[in-house]
C-alpha cells in the first residue's frame, strides 16, 4: 500500500473541490435562468470532458503549458514555477476534467426553483445577494451535495490525465491510480489488489451517498 | 396623493396601455379574461416587470422612464401574494414571515409572530409550509406581505387556490382585514362575485386596455358597450334600434327583435340610433299566476320556459319570447315564488322588463 499515493490522490481530490465546486456554483447560477441563443453552445463546452479521451485533454494541456509555449512561459517568468509535472498543475488539469461533475448538478438544481420564488424573495425586500443566500443555495442543496461527493470522487478515479499532465513522481504526482497501474507493470499484484480495493470502496462509499440523497430529495 | 397610481403602457411582449389610480384605504379590483393583462400590470407594479410610463406610489416615485427612474422589487415596498402564494419551502411559517424585515433578527421574529396572530396562525410558527392547507399558506402569505410595512398590498388571485368553503371564510377575513389598513390594495380576479363582494373600484381589462372602470354595481350592471357586458357575464344583451323619443319624460321606444320595449332614453341616442342593451336578471319581474298585478303593462314578455335551474334558494328561469323564440331572457326568481307559482320546462309566462332595468349602449 503507497501511503503516499493514497495522501496526494487526497490532497488533489480536496483541493480540486475547494477549487471547482464555488465556481461551478457561480457558473450554473449564471446559466441556470439565461436564456440566450448561444446557451446551448455553453453547455455543450461544459459537458465537453466527459466525452474526452482523458489522453486529448492532457495533450493540450502539456501545449498550452509548456514552459517554451507563450502561455506556460510566461507563468513560469511570473511565479517561477511551470505547471507541466507539477502539483499546481494537476489541480487545474483535473478542475478542467471535473467540471461537468460538479457544473451539471448545480445547474440541474438552480433550474428547478420556480422563478416565482426568487420573485417573491425580491418582493420580501431580498437583494440579488441575499436571494442567493438565503432561498437560492439552500433550494439547491441536494445539487451541491452531488457536485461535491462526484467531484471529488472523479478527481479520486483519474488517471489518464494525471499520467498525461503529472506524469509519475512519487511524493508530488504519483495518485492512487496512478501507483496502481506502477505496480501491475511491475507485477507487483498484492500491492496493485490493496490498493484497487482501497479506491473501490472509498468510490463506493461516495457515490452511495450522492443517490441516498438524491433519493431523499 | 398618497395612494397608488399606474399610468404604464407598451408594445412587446403583450400590448398594455393601462392608466389608474387607487387610494388609500380602496380595494380596487383588477377583472378581465385569462391573458387580458391584470396579472402583468399587478408585476410592473411590483417592479417585476419593466414597461414605459410611471408609477408613483405613497408619495414615491417608482418608475418614470421619461426620467430613467425604475425602482427594483426590493426598493418597492409592495406587499405580493401571489398566485399560488410561492412559500420558501425550505423555511418555517416565521422564517418565511421575517425573512424579508431588515430589523434586528429578535424583534423581526416578534413583529412576525404579531402578524402571524392578527391572519389567526398563532401555534403554526415553527410548521413548513407543505404541511400547511391551501388556506393556511395562503395566510402566511399574506403575513408575509403585510411584515414589510407595504405601501400597496398586491393580491394575485389569492383564493384561486382553495375550496369553495375556504374561499368564502378566506374573503370574509380579508374583508375584515383590510378595514383595519389603510393601504392602496389591487386585486387580481376572474371572479365577478368576488370582485363584487370585495372591491370599492372594478377596473374591467380586456386586451392590455381598461374597458371600464368604477364602482362594483356600475360595471357589473351598466357596461360601456356590449364587449364591457359580455366580460362581465351579462346574458340579457340584446341589439335594438331607437324608434321614438320622448325627451320631456326621458324616455325612448327601442324595437328589438322581441317586440318594442320603452326604457330611459339619454342624451345622443336620436330616433334611428342602433343600440345594444341588456337589462339583469334581477329587473325581470314575473307576472304573477296566482293575483294577476297592475305591473304587468311595463314592457311585458310573453314567453315559454326552456329551462330552470335552482341554486342557493334561487331559480334561474330561462325564457324563449312568444315573437322571437331563438332569444333567451334570463330571470332570478326565490325559489318560493317558482314554486308556488308552479314554473315547469315548457309552461307560458309573462314577464316586465322594468325601465328602469335597461340599460342601453352605444353601438
Not at chain 1, 78 to 107: E, K
Amino acid at each position: 500500500m503507497d501511503w503516499e499515493a493514497f495522501i496526494i490522490s487526497f490532497k488533489l481530490a480536496s483541493w480540486t473541490v475547494i477549487l471547482l465546486v464555488p465556481l461551478a456554483i457561480l457558473l450554473a447560477r449564471m446559466l441556470a435562468w439565461w436564456r440566450a441563443p448561444l446557451r446551448f453552445m455553453i453547455e455543450a463546452v461544459l459537458a465537453l470532458p466527459l466525452v474526452l479521451p482523458p489522453s486529448v485533454l492532457g495533450f493540450y494541456f502539456l501545449v498550452l503549458f509548456n514552459p517554451n509555449a507563450p502561455l506556460g512561459g510566461w507563468i513560469r517568468e511570473v511565479t517561477g514555477a511551470t505547471l507541466v509535472f507539477s502539483f499546481p498543475g494537476l489541480v487545474l488539469a483535473s478542475m478542467v476534467y471535473s467540471l461537468p461533475f460538479a457544473a451539471q448538478p448545480l445547474l440541474r438544481a438552480f433550474e428547478t426553483i420556480p422563478q416565482q420564488l426568487r420573485e417573491a424573495a425580491w418582493c420580501s425586500g431580498l437583494g440579488p445577494w441575499q436571494t442567493f443566500w438565503k432561498i437560492e443555495l439552500p433550494l439547491a442543496r441536494a445539487g451541491l451535495f452531488s457536485a461535491l461527493a462526484l467531484t471529488f470522487a472523479h478527481t479520486l478515479g483519474e488517471f489518464g490525465v494525471v499520467l498525461m499532465v503529472g506524469g509519475n513522481i512519487p511524493g508530488q504526482t504519483r495518485t492512487l491510480a496512478v501507483a496502481i497501474y506502477d505496480r501491475v507493470q511491475a507485477f507487483d499484484e498484492r500491492s496493485a489488489g490493496v490498493m484497487s480495493m482501497v479506491l473501490l470502496g472509498f468510490s463506493l462509499v461516495v457515490v452511495s451517498s450522492v443517490y441516498a440523497i438524491e433519493r431523499r430529495k | 396623493m398618497n395612494g397608488l397610481v399606474v399610468e404604464i403602457r407598451q408594445r412587446r411582449p403583450a400590448p398594455l396601455d393601462i392608466g389608474l389610480e387607487c387610494r388609500e384605504g380602496e380595494l380596487l379590483a383588477l377583472v378581465g379574461p385569462s391573458g387580458s393583462g391584470k396579472t402583468t400590470l399587478l408585476r410592473c407594479i411590483a417592479g417585476l416587470h419593466r414597461p414605459q410610463g410611471r408609477i408613483v406610489c405613497g408619495g414615491e416615485v417608482w418608475l418614470d422612464s421619461g426620467a430613467r427612474v425604475a425602482l427594483p422589487s426590493q426598493r418597492r415596498r409592495v406587499g405580493f401574494v401571489f398566485q399560488d402564494y410561492a412559500l420558501f419551502p425550505h423555511l418555517t411559517v416565521l422564517e418565511n414571515v421575517a425573512l424579508g424585515c431588515r430589523s434586528p433578527r429578535n424583534q423581526a421574529l416578534a413583529k412576525a409572530r404579531q402578524w402571524l396572530a392578527r391572519v389567526h396562525l398563532s401555534g403554526l410558527e415553527e410548521r413548513l409550509p407543505t404541511t400547511l392547507s391551501g388556506g393556511q399558506q395562503q395566510r402566511v402569505a399574506l403575513a408575509r406581505a403585510l411584515m414589510r410595512d407595504p405601501a400597496v398590498i398586491l393580491l394575485d388571485e389569492p383564493f384561486s387556490a382553495v375550496d369553495q368553503v375556504t374561499r368564502r371564510r378566506l374573503r370574509l377575513e380579508m374583508a375584515e382585514l383590510r378595514r383595519g389598513l389603510q393601504l392602496p390594495i389591487v386585486l387580481v380576479t376572474h371572479d365577478l362575485e368576488e370582485a363584487e363582494m370585495l372591491a370599492d373600484r372594478i377596473a374591467l381589462i380586456h386586451h392590455g386596455r381598461i374597458l371600464q372602470q368604477g364602482l362594483p354595481r356600475e360595471v357589473l350592471q351598466r357596461p360601456v358597450n356590449s364587449e364591457a357586458a359580455r366580460l362581465v357575464d351579462i346574458r340579457n344583451l340584446f341589439r335594438g334600434r331607437v324608434t321614438a323619443v320622448d325627451e320631456a319624460r326621458g324616455r325612448c321606444h327601442l324595437r328589438w327583435p322581441g317586440g318594442e320595449v320603452e326604457a330611459n332614453w339619454r342624451k345622443g341616442l336620436p330616433p334611428g340610433t342602433s343600440v345594444d342593451w341588456c337589462i339583469p336578471p334581477s329587473g325581470l319581474v314575473l307576472h304573477s299566476r296566482l293575483r294577476p298585478s297592475r305591473g304587468v303593462r311595463e314592457n311585458p314578455v310573453k314567453g315559454r320556459i326552456v329551462e330552470i335551474v335552482h341554486f342557493g334558494g334561487h331559480a334561474q328561469v330561462i325564457l324563449a319570447p312568444a315573437s322571437a323564440p331563438q332569444l333567451r331572457l334570463y330571470l332570478d326568481l326565490p325559489l318560493h315564488v317558482a314554486e308556488r307559482n308552479r314554473l315547469a320546462v315548457g309552461e307560458g309566462i309573462g314577464v316586465s322588463l322594468l325601465i328602469d332595468s335597461i340599460h342601453l349602449m352605444e353601438d
